[in-house]
């Protein structure tokens, strides 16, 4: 069993930057994959970057490649995410989320555990 954290959201101004941190408060990350994935009003959950276990293979989804970064510290059991240059349509709660199996999906129904989500906001 894990249970996940995020922090790090708020309100930002279009261009600026925010880190959201995601952390286990039970359990380990050890042999997990890990994902962001975020949800607009009305839209459907969508997802936003994953990384192996290792750590050393990370994908993207289009809308935010050269803007985000995902990171993990296994001795932490923390996943980041750098999210810079941002924009209005970045506005949504974002959700981490830890998948079995230590290889990355694009698809949020193949995580095994999610965390509450934190609310980023970016004004024009």
């Known amino acids: 069993q894990v249970q996940l954290v995020e922090s790090g959201g708020g309100l930002v101004q279009a261009g600026g930057s925010l880190r959201l941190s995601c952390a286990a408060s039970e359990g380990t990350f050890k042999g997990y994959a890990m994902g962001w994935f975020r949800q607009a009003p009305g839209k459907e959950r969508e997802f936003v970057a994953a990384?192996?276990?290792?750590?050393?293979?990370?994908y993207y989804a289009d809308s935010v490649v050269g803007r985000f970064t995902i990171s993990r510290d296994n001795a932490k059991n923390t996943v980041y995410l750098q999210m810079n240059s941002l924009k209005p349509e970045d506005t949504a709660v974002y959700y981490c989320?830890?998948?079995?199996?230590?290889?990355?999906?694009?698809?949020?129904?193949?995580?095994?555990?999610w965390g509450q989500g934190t609310q980023v906001t970016v004004s024009s």
């Open positions: 990384l192996t276990w290792s750590g050393e293979n990370m």
């Open positions: 989320a830890a998948k079995s199996g230590g290889f990355v999906s694009y698809s949020d129904f193949r995580y095994d555990y």
